[in-house]
């Protein structure tokens, strides 16, 4: 089978009457008050949340397929890691297109030709994100951050597949296609890691471990933009909500301070591979208590 054939995922009619991803992969249904919401309330969080959480995938995606790779394609031309890479960056435009079609299929008023809705950068960050990513070789911080956010995607695309027979069965059928080859996606970044990194100068190394804990947990980690951007378009459908926006916000910045829940994101447990690449590398050694602040108040 051609695994690069876009056919391979088929559009039908959504389901809207079931939640798009499971429960626990949504940061709102960590906070005291999500037990309180009404159940069609619930619902609607989890479908609007599922579309920011591909968003994400979308942004990533965008950044390799467009200036990473070919950039590095270019570096690693003479090699076999070349062929690799070229396939990497084919998939990654599939997967793009794949989320923004069932995007369109399922919220058609948020989604025409723009890809994002809820996921932002300020422009400082965007430029910064260019910047670094048309030059891999001196930011290969950039290849860390594809690396632990693919990984993240195989437990949680395990967690979905468990849950299958209540969700939605487009979303269940492209996070199975997405993770079947986000696996290969991880392996090209570490070997692209083991080659690149060592090269950096010590300063340079510093400031990329810098910029890759800083901008992962900025943008990627804990809901911020995009996390409140969600909930404020649940208010714009649920307007009875809007009087409980304070404490929803109060309890979702809470997240950032709760270790069990920035467990469920990044741990040592949840990207097994990334983790061990740090490891080999002093610098990034303590990347996992770096990710869960709290974990080192715990352990000390
Ligand atoms: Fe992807
Ligand atoms: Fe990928």
Redesign the pocket.
């Known amino acids: 089978m051609n695994t690069l054939d876009p056919a391979r995922f088929q559009l039908g009619v959504v389901d809207r009457s079931r939640p798009f991803l499971p429960e626990s992969l949504t940061p709102l249904a960590h906070t005291p008050s999500y037990a309180t919401l009404p159940p069609a309330v619930r619902l609607r969080y989890n479908q609007l949340f599922a579309s920011s959480y591909h968003e994400q ?1 979308i942004f ?2 965008s950044m ?1 397929a467009g200036p990473i790779l070919p950039a590095l394609t270019q570096r690693f031309a003479a090699e076999p890691l070349a062929d690799r890479l070229r396939r ?1 960056q084919a ?2 435009r599939l ?1 793009s297109h794949w989320f923004h079609l069932l995007h369109q299929a399922s919220e058609p008023a948020l989604y025409r030709d723009n890809t994002h809705f809820f996921v932002t950068a300020p422009p400082f960050a965007q430029r910064l994100f260019d910047y670094c990513a048309r030059r891999p070789e001196k930011f290969p911080f950039v290849l860390w951050l ?1 690396m632990i956010i ?1 990984e993240r ?1 195989l437990p949680a695309s395990r967690e979905i597949i468990r849950a299958a027979a209540t969700l939605e069965p487009h979303y269940v059928a492209l996070h199975r296609l ?1 993770a079947a ?2 696996a290969g ?2 392996s090209c970044d570490a070997e692209l890691i083991r080659r690149l990194w060592p090269a950096l100068s010590p300063a340079g190394r510093l400031l990329n471990r810098w910029l890759f804990v800083t901008l992962l947990r900025e943008f990627f980690q804990v809901p911020k933009r995009a996390g409140w951007a969600v909930v404020k378009q649940l208010a714009r459908e649920h307007p009875e909500i809007t009087p409980l926006l304070p404490r929803l916000r109060r309890e979702i910045h809470a997240l950032a301070h709760r270790s069990d829940y920035l467990g469920t994101i990044y741990s040592r447990a949840r990207e097994p591979r990334t983790f061990a690449l740090a490891d080999r590398f002093r610098e990034l050694s303590r990347l996992e208590q770096e990710l869960i602040p709290a974990a080192v108040g715990a352990i000390v």
């Open positions: 995938f990533l995606e390799l990497f998939e990654e997967h594809a693919e995607t997405h080859d986000e996606h991880v």
